[in-house]
């Protein structure tokens, strides 16, 4: 994959990968995020459970 690319190339790809890596750090990881809140069925109270 990287034998066609000049030593010019693969340095321009290095600069263009750090900073790919540096943008990358500078974000908080989604992981990091608190989750989202789940919506949950509300029942109404006349209605109650369906019998199994």
Do not use: N, W, Y
Request: aromatic content about 2%.
């Amino acid at each position: 994959m990287f034998d066609p690319l000049t030593d010019a190339d693969l340095h321009h790809l290095g600069d263009i990968m750090t900073c790919v890596r540096d943008r990358m750090r500078a974000q908080p990881a989604r992981s990091a995020t608190p989750p989202r809140k789940r919506r949950t069925a509300t029942i109404h109270p006349d209605e109650g459970l369906a019998p199994l």
